[in-house]
């Protein structure tokens, strides 16, 4: 068996390491133009917290990818591979001034080891006169140690690695027995999908190694401790393709970062990144047959829309693509 994956961000990757755990004697293939820093999943923070209105087919199958992801998540934090894959524990806080409905989470109450309501106390901790709030204990991952040590990881299983940019499914070099495209926002025009849409982000990376917690507040602001750096946020600006860094949206972050906690002026700056989530509405993990004029099929399965929860759920998505290959293998998937 050979198998191609397109895309090698955090999507990409949990695929083929899930292609690599389940069909062990198959030859598989990662194929992209882009790769670690040049990746949107470079960029995310990596907490484990899926917004409430993200959507897979059904909410069972929803459900299921996030039991699934964190399960990935919690096992590798547990294991000796956790300081190199960069992943780690993280308490944090969600306030709101607007609703208790903003601080609940209905996918991570009952998954999380720890998932409870605020104290009148706690929501004194962050300046801004918060009245509700949730504490939480979950896994983040940091993906500038996570995207390395998975590619090493899937090399040293057999894998390959090609460079090339795929403007057609029919464009990759060889015959696959099943195609997975895990390509994000490049699946706009890769697979017409006017379903797909970029929701930009920026966030800035500071050095305050004091910052222990992760805090979230109204209006996307978060402060987000990783490994090295904290990162603030954040922007969500639907059907942008501004690739550029605003200095306006700098100013917006520093300034609702700052009054949730003032010493972050003191902070370094140490990078600004931008990134555009690629947002579906229902993410897409299901099979296709396509076809060409010269008579050529492929078999494809679809792996993407994963907005700004795909580092959340790519284990849960993966597992869920890997199963749909063998369906289809077998001759059971619902073409």
């Known amino acids: ?8 961000g955090i999507i990409g990757l949990t695929t083929a390491l899930e292609l690599q755990q389940q069909f062990p004697t198959a030859h598989v293939s990662i194929i992209a133009d882009r ?39 919690d096992d590798i934090r547990r294991s000796k591979e956790a300081p190199l894959a960069g992943v780690c524990q993280l308490s944090g806080y969600i306030y709101s ?29 962050c300046h ?31 894998g390959k690695v090609v460079r090339q940019h795929v403007q057609s499914f029919f464009d990759v070099p060889q015959n696959f027995n099943v ?5 994000g926002m490049g699946a706009k025009d890769l697979c017409g999908d006017q379903h797909l849409v970029p929701i930009r982000g920026q966030v800035l990376k500071v050095r305050a190694p004091w910052i222990k917690t992760a805090f979230y507040g109204d209006l996307d602001t ?23 860094w605003c200095k306006y949206d700098s100013m ?48 494809i399965v679809h792996n993407y829309g994963h907005g700004g929860y795909g580092v959340t759920t790519a284990p849960g998505t993966a597992k869920y693509a890997v199963k749909i290959v063998r369906d289809m293998l077998a001759g059971n998937s619902k073409l």
């Open 252 to 299: 917006a972050i520093k300034e609702r970062c700052y009054n949730l906690l003032p010493s972050l002026k003191n902070a370094e700056i140490v990078r600004e990144c931008v990134g555009l989530r690629p947002h579906r509405s229902v993410v897409r993990v299901e099979p296709e047959l396509v076809s060409n004029d010269q008579g050529r099929h492929l078999k």
């Open 179 to 183: 195609l997975l495209n895990c390509t």
């Open 35 to 73: 790769f670690n820093e040049d990746t949107v999943s470079y960029v995310a923070a990596g907490i484990f917290r899926p917004g409430t209105s993200f959507m897979g087919p059904t909410q069972e199958i929803t459900q299921q990818w996030m039991t699934d992801a964190f399960n990935y998540w």
């Open 128 to 158: 801004g006169g918060w009245k509700y709030g949730s504490f939480f204990t979950t896994c983040l991952t940091e993906s500038r140690l996570f995207l390395p040590y998975a590619t090493k990881k899937f090399l040293d299983n057999g």
């Open 97 to 125: 001034r607007t609703t208790p409905s903003i601080v609940r989470n209905h996918f991570i109450e009952k998954l999380l080891p720890v998932y409870r309501r605020a104290t009148e106390e706690e929501l004194q901790l």
């Open 222 to 244: 978060y402060v987000l401790p990783g490994f090295e750096t904290v990162t603030l946020g954040g922007c969500r600006q639907y059907d942008s393709y501004n690739t550029e």
């Open 1 to 8: 068996m050979h198998f191609g994956v397109l895309g090698s």
